[in-house]
Every structure is written in structure tokens, then in C-alpha cells.
């Protein structure tokens, strides 16, 4: 779990490096060094239970750090959706970067199929204000991820950040 939260990292990293407005790529930038802290931190606790063994204190202690990298991945993606939704510019030719950029061009692109589907059904109340019952949610940037089948089989299970891994190999 702390390997895959260097994945999002590094697609934060790159999002913010290509984001057009610069609040959105500072936010993102900050979401980025905090999971990498909460990764480390969890990569830490990870090796001392596996030194010091069964105690429900450590187990708690490394529950608590897994929650934690799940909500701080959680804010970077959301800093990711609103960098996609500000702009991003023109990725070079790393392919990873070209990889991030297809991925967010997707997801916005299902953003605004959602958002049209939403603005042709008139489920608006008399304020036009969007009704809350029956209506679909918007896509988001997990969902987008937790929907995308594995790359490849010979993907290790926990990767090392290394060359020719790239950020979208895995399930995020």
C-alpha cells in the first residue's frame, strides 16, 4: 500500500508540473509532499510490526497510517480533478507524462458527457437547482481509476519506484 501511494505521488508530481493555474498546482504540489510523508510514514510502521511481531497496538498504530494515506490520496486526487478542470498544458515527450495527460483528458471527457447528459434531463427543482434524488453522481478521478482492469500481469505486486515503471501501470 505505501509503494502504490509513491504511484499517486508521482502522478500528482506531474499533474501540478503541467497544471495552467498556478493555485491548483501549488494545492496539488502540497497534497503530493503530504502523501509522501504519510507513505514513508507508513513504510516505516509497516517494517517495525514486521520486526516486532502480533501486538494489537501496532496493529491499530498501522491501520491508523493506511486510513491516513487513503484520505491524503483522496486530496490529491480532488487537487487533480480541479487542475484538470483549470487546464493543463501540453505534456513533453516522457511517456509517463503523456500517460498522465490521456488519463485526465479521459476522465475530463467523461466529465463533460456527464454534464451535458445532466444539462438535456430536467431533473431541476423550481430554482433550478439540481435535484438530489435520482440523479448520478459526476465522475470522479478514483472512479476513473478504480474502473481501469490491470495493465499487465508481470506487474510486480509492490513495484519499486524504478525506470520503466510508469505511473499508470497499476491500479492506483
Do not use: Y
Not at 508530481?13 to 504540489?29: F, G, V, Y
Not at 503523456?98 to 430554482?127: G, P, Y
Request: aromatic share 2%; with cysteine.
Amino acid at each position: 500500500i505505501a509503494s502504490d501511494g509513491q504511484v499517486v505521488i508521482k502522478f500528482g508530481t506531474i499533474l501540478a508540473k503541467h497544471c495552467l493555474d498556478q493555485r491548483c498546482s501549488m494545492e496539488l504540489l502540497r497534497a503530493a509532499e503530504h502523501t509522501q510523508s504519510v507513505s514513508s510514514q507508513l513504510g516505516i510502521v509497516a517494517r517495525v510490526k514486521a520486526v516486532t511481531g502480533e501486538s494489537k497496538a501496532s496493529s491499530e498504530l498501522l491501520v491508523s497510517n493506511v486510513q491516513n494515506l487513503l484520505r491524503a490520496v483522496q486530496h490529491v486526487l480532488r487537487a487533480a480533478e480541479a487542475a484538470c478542470v483549470k487546464g493543463l498544458g501540453q505534456p513533453s515527450a516522457d511517456p509517463e507524462e503523456e500517460e498522465v495527460a490521456a488519463f485526465c483528458q479521459q476522465w475530463r471527457k467523461n466529465l463533460t458527457q456527464h454534464r451535458a447528459k445532466e444539462a438535456l434531463n430536467s431533473d431541476r427543482d423550481e430554482l433550478g437547482l439540481r435535484k438530489t434524488r435520482g440523479a448520478k453522481a459526476e465522475p470522479t478521478l478514483m472512479s476513473l481509476v478504480q474502473e481501469q482492469p490491470p495493465r499487465s500481469r508481470n506487474v510486480p505486486k509492490h513495484p519499486n519506484p524504478r525506470k520503466g515503471h510508469t505511473v499508470m501501470d497499476r491500479h492506483l
